[in-house]
């Protein structure tokens, strides 16, 4: 009997649960540091990415591309959710120096 190939099935579903991830680090992190939190979501993004090349197993190499992939996504929508702060759509941090 072929065994199935749950490959794609686990991509997917990391895929998915990470992007959920990201959505709670990106309104959590603008929260409390506001969108200077950008350079670090760049270096994890990086090395998360750059680790997906040297890495032998094709199924972490997939999931550490997907990790650099939605951190540096989350650079992007962490100043769209700055935004969303400014038009009052989220709540802002008062005890967050400016």
């Excluded at 603008?30 to 994890?44: D, R, S, T, V």
């Amino acid at each position: 009997m072929n065994r199935l190939n749950v490959f794609g099935f686990v991509l997917g579903f990391v895929m998915l649960l990470l992007t959920g991830l990201g959505h709670i680090f990106v309104i959590k992190g603008e929260y409390y540091f506001g969108a200077k939190l950008w350079p670090l979501f760049l270096i994890f993004g990086l090395l998360s990415i750059t680790a997906s090349f040297f890495v032998r197993s094709d199924l972490l190499s997939g999931i550490l591309g997907i990790v650099g992939c939605i951190y540096l996504w989350s650079i992007h929508e962490l100043f769209r959710q700055k935004e969303r702060v400014r038009r009052g759509w989220f709540p802002e941090n008062p005890d967050r120096k400016i």
